[in-house]
């Protein structure tokens, strides 16, 4: 038995040797080790022996059996290095060659302007609020003391989408839509686009970008007007920028202005950006006209106000000295990417 025994540990140890892979060396586990394996039927003998050579049979086989399960364990170890040493050798990778930079995203210069904008606003008390892009025609024109015959209509080329239905042409509307769902104090701007049936040049686009303003209160007047919208003109352009406040006329306001600032291109001397005036002008405003306020329920006798239509696009264009307003709206990246922290 004990020559037995030594001969199936010559033979595993052998076998082991040779195996090549974690599946056989598992068979060799269960040949020799497992509950029918060859180790196991000679130790079931056992019995047969007498009681003097039993332990020293027994002894024999323990060892065999702790040898056995030692190699087991080492060649389990050596194949697990081998197959990562394998897999590495195949899968070369070379850990010096460049790494892909990933592009980030950036605002666009309208939305850079637009935010600033917003701060601005935000910090003298206005809520910012949205207005649909389809309108009716009571909203853009009708409640803005426009009515259909109304000569004023021609200053400005409506996409009809119906009868009563339009691309706003101007965020105006939104005011009319605030002073129907909102009481007075009101202090609110609505930045967005509108639409006009222009055509396309350095400076016209059919669609561009406008921030309504709206305040109404008891007590308002040209002063609030003025002190307002100069501020906001001097935080946009810096405190040396010169504003200027030139008669105008829009339907919805009375009296109403246009506001210019002094040229940030020449400083006022003149030049192309300012067609040799001067002067660029940001913003139409106005006194809100009493036809306006009665009509959205507001008694013009207890409160007034003041309302202000600016132009984004051109206030982009003068701040990062754009010439051609086309620029904003053709997504090229090359222009695109050139406004981030600016
Ligand atoms: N809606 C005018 C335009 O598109 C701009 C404007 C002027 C808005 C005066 C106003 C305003 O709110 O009071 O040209």
Redesign the pocket.
């Known amino acids: 038995m004990r020559n037995q025994l030594e001969n199936i540990k010559q033979q595993a140890l052998a076998a082991l040797q040779s195996c090549q892979d974690s599946k056989e060396l598992d068979a060799l586990r269960v040949k020799y080790l497992g509950k029918k394996g060859e180790l196991t039927a000679i130790l079931k003998q056992m019995g047969k022996l007498s009681p003097e050579e039993r332990p020293i049979v027994g002894q024999v086989a323990n060892e065999v059996r702790q040898a056995l399960e030692e190699a087991l364990s080492v060649r389990q170890t050596e194949l697990q290095s081998q197959a990562l040493e394998q897999q590495l050798a195949e899968e070369t990778l070379d850990v010096t060659l460049p790494g892909k930079a990933s592009t980030a995203g950036g605002l666009h210069p309208l939305n850079i302007v637009l935010e600033d904008l917003m701060d601005i606003f935000q910090s003298m008390g206005f809520d910012v609020v949205d207005g649909p892009e389809v309108e009716t025609d009571y909203y853009c024109f009708e409640a ?1 003391n426009v009515p259909k015959d109304h000569p004023a209509r021609d ?2 080329d409506t996409f009809y989408l119906g009868e009563n239905l339009v691309l706003r ?4 509307a939104a ?1 009319i839509r605030v002073m129907e769902n909102r009481k007075p104090p009101i202090r609110i701007i609505c930045p967005g686009r ?1 639409f006009r049936a222009d055509e396309v040049d350095a400076t016209h686009s059919p669609v561009f970008h ?1 921030v ?3 305040v109404v209160d008891k007590g308002i007047t040209m002063c609030d007007l003025k002190g307002c919208l100069e501020q906001f003109a001097h935080e946009i352009y810096g405190p040396e920028t010169q504003v200027r406040f030139r008669p ?1 006329f ?1 339907p ?2 009375e009296p ?3 506001v210019d600032v002094t040229c940030s291109e020449c400083g006022g001397k003149g030049c192309r950006v300012c067609k040799g005036t001067g002067w660029i002008e940001i ?6 006209h009493p036809n306006v306020l009665r009509g959205c329920g507001i008694d013009p006798d207890v409160y007034s106000g ?6 984004l696009d051109r206030l982009t264009t003068t701040r990062y000295k754009i010439s051609d307003i086309r620029l904003l709206f053709e997504n090229d990246q090359r222009f695109l990417e050139q406004f981030q922290g600016r």
């Open positions: 803005l200053m400005q042409t101007q965020t105006s005011q509108v406008q309504e303003g709206l105008s829009f919805f306001t109403s202005v246009e913003l139409g405003a106005g006194m809100v003041f309302a202000f239509g600016i132009g």
